[in-house]
């Protein structure tokens, strides 16, 4: 138990110290440079091919289906979750009367922690089934993979020497360091979090085979690990989407697909270049999201953002409450 706690305050307070002060002097750069007009290099839409007012195809319907979904279902996992990790604290008693009762809550949660698991394994089969067909030509290093490179850590380098003024904003390419981070972080957190919870369920066939210890040990890992994901995916996770300066109020490409041109540019100027380059660039323009999906992303957006916001408030308010209370 000892071990285990200290590993993982050290684990929360390493993640949460590198992405605060990283996310803090990523705000405090584009706000200066928006300020003084520099982040949105003009771009000659015009001189592209029926490119004018267009937008960029980015995300299928699967992927935006299947990231909502997941979620919607962390949501879920998070509420019924923290609100028995913290179940001395008024709104968490008021969610499990609202719900029915620690019963039906553990019902929920369970429930939302099956769909969890069934959207990541799904993308894993999906990615493999990909990759199978495409196994000799599939550049693993390359632009349109997942798995990080040297180049996330020059990125990465660059992105401070930004931050403090000491080199322009890096150019990056399909996906950048902070998105292959938010890929792989849920593999840690499924093992983790997910093991865990799977020992805990299963209890009977748990202490059939482990020692009593495991079910403490289990309980912490499952419960800071879920704090952990938690305050991540709504400070951390949010404020890349959508809360930076470039972004706010809310960024609705995963709604939608679809990324105004000059946003892409922007954001994905080495994609940008090659596609304009190899001559593709006109096999991803679409025309911007009708009416209806546009208000309808912006109505979903923003109420995720509110659960989430709401969510996280609730869990660190809970947290300070607990810190103080045992000093």
């Known amino acids: 138990m000892w071990i285990t706690s200290k590993f993982m305050i050290l684990l929360l307070a390493g993640v949460f110290a590198f992405f605060w002060t990283h996310s803090a002097l990523w705000f405090y750069r584009e706000y200066k440079d928006r300020q003084a007009r520099k982040n949105r290099p003009h771009v000659r839409t015009d001189e592209l091919p029926k490119a ?113 003024g000491k080199g322009p904003r890096p150019r990056f390419d399909r996906y950048t360091y902070w998105e292959r981070f938010d890929y792989w972080a849920p593999f840690w957190g499924v093992a983790i979090i997910g093991g865990s919870g799977l020992l805990l369920w299963a209890k009977s066939l748990t202490a059939a085979f482990l020692p009593g210890w495991v079910f403490n040990v289990a309980t912490l890992f499952h419960g800071e690990e879920a704090f952990l994901a938690a305050v991540f995916l709504f400070s951390v996770h949010f404020f890349n989407n959508h809360v930076r300066p470039d972004k706010f109020p809310l ?75 045992t000093v």
Not at 54 to 62: E, F, P
Not at 153 to 158: C, G, V
């Open 52 to 164: 004018n007012g267009r937008y960029v195809r980015r995300w299928s319907g699967a992927w935006r289906l299947s990231h909502l979904v997941f979620a919607l279902a962390t949501m879920t996992l998070v509420l019924t979750g923290m609100s028995v990790f913290y179940a001395e604290t008024a709104w968490a008693r008021l969610v499990m009367k609202v719900l029915g009762g620690p019963d039906v809550a553990a019902i929920i949660h369970r429930t939302a922690a099956t769909i969890f698991v069934a959207i990541f394994v799904g993308q894993l089969v999906y990615l493999a089934w990909h990759l199978g067909r495409q196994w000799k030509t599939f550049k693993w290093f390359g632009p349109h993979s997942l798995i990080p490179s040297w180049q996330d850590l020059w990125d990465a380098q660059a992105m401070f020497k930004w931050f403090f």
């Open 251 to 325: 960024d609705t490409q995963m709604f939608t697909g679809r990324l105004l041109l000059e946003e892409f540019k922007h954001e994905h100027a080495v994609e940008y270049d090659r596609l304009v380059k190899t001559a593709q660039l006109e096999k991803y323009l679409v025309q911007a999201p009708s009416e209806p999906m546009r208000l309808g992303s912006k109505i979903l957006g923003f109420t995720l953002l509110f659960i989430g916001f709401s969510l996280l408030f609730m869990v660190l308010a809970s947290f300070v409450s607990s810190m103080m209370a």
